[in-house]
């Protein structure tokens, strides 16, 4: 983290570790580099979308739904944020919520089998 905070003009190399860190598994500290990279381009969908992974693995459920929501203001229709969400949803105990969206989904994915086909496992 203190490499990205001394050089913030490299958010291709942030987003970079960021991902590698989370698929290392190490959420925590893929979450504060997506941070990072956040701050500097705030409107990057993908950097939204990996730290809400980030959070949600973490248990952090609201922070993970802002993440997620903010993917899909820069992404619309973005699956792997919608399942996100949805998972985010459920974490916090708004069933209703997030029945519908998956409902959505489900809908959505039969009328466009490609669409979920690229849906990261978030649990």
Not at 45 to 51: E, I, Y
Not at 52 to 77: D, I, Y
Request: proline content about 2%; some cysteine; glycine content about 8%.
């Amino acid at each position: 983290a203190e490499v990205a905070r001394r050089a913030p003009d490299l958010l291709t190399a942030h987003y970079n570790r960021a991902l590698t860190l989370e698929k290392l598994g190490r959420f925590a500290e893929a979450a504060e580099i997506f941070e990072i990279a956040a701050g500097i381009d705030p409107g990057r969908w993908q950097t939204c979308l990996g730290w809400g992974v980030c959070e949600l693995q973490q248990g952090h459920a609201e922070a993970a739904l802002e993440q997620f929501e903010k993917c899909l203001a820069a992404s619309a229709g973005n699956a792997q944020a919608m399942f996100g969400k949805a998972a985010a949803l459920q974490a916090l105990g708004r069933l209703e919520q997030a029945g519908d969206l998956y409902r959505a989904m489900i809908a959505q994915q039969l009328e466009s089998p490609a669409l979920l086909s690229n849906v990261i496992a978030i649990s």
